[in-house]
């Protein structure tokens, strides 16, 4: 019997040791926009590939993209900005439609040689554009949509993106 018991209870511990691995997405569609929240200071919700979900900029480490709306010249427009201190995007293009600009992203298949920027400007639908991360590694996005108006007398944006990340480092999308 307390064999029976010793072998029950080692074998709960070993159950009870084992980490249940965490998914984390690598692909989507997300929304993302520019609203202002404060706690102790001000922050706003970003987006981060690494962890496939919305980022508060409070959060270490934050997100990888961020939302802005540029207000220097009229209309204004949207910005997708990083705080990775690198020229970290680069567009693929502009597509007519919908269906051009989603065919695009599901044949880009690798990161071509490019000349990275340090801001996706501006941001518009049926764009697909590629982000580097500060460690290298990929993410496509197809913009799907964006919202650029004034909500109670503030500049408001909002970006709807597809996105697909490659989390080892490769130069190639899944």
């Not at 965490?22 to 970003?46: A, C, M």
């Not at 919305?54 to 220097?72: A, H």
Request: aromatic share 14%; proline share 5%.
């Amino acid at each position: 019997m307390k064999q029976l018991l010793f072998i029950l209870l080692a074998f709960t511990l070993v159950l009870s040791s084992c980490e249940e691995e965490v998914k984390v997405r690598t692909s989507g569609t997300d929304t993302i926009d520019n609203s202002t929240y404060q706690s102790t200071t001000y922050y706003v919700y970003g987006f981060s590939f690494a962890q496939g979900k919305l980022v508060s900029t409070l959060n270490n480490p934050g997100p990888d993209i961020t939302i802005y709306v540029n207000k220097v010249n009229t209309p204004y427009s949207l910005t997708l900005q990083t705080n990775n201190l690198n020229p970290s995007f680069y567009k693929v293009g502009d597509y007519a439609d919908e269906s051009a600009a989603k065919t695009a992203f599901d044949n880009l298949k690798s990161v071509p040689s490019a000349q990275w920027t340090d801001m996706a400007d501006p941001v518009a639908p049926n764009q697909v554009w590629i982000y580097r991360s500060g460690e290298e590694k990929y993410t496509k996005i197809r913009i799907v949509s964006t919202v650029n108006e004034t909500r109670q007398l503030i500049a408001y944006g909002e970006c709807t993106f597809q996105w697909v990340y490659q989390p080892d480092g490769s130069l190639t999308f899944p």
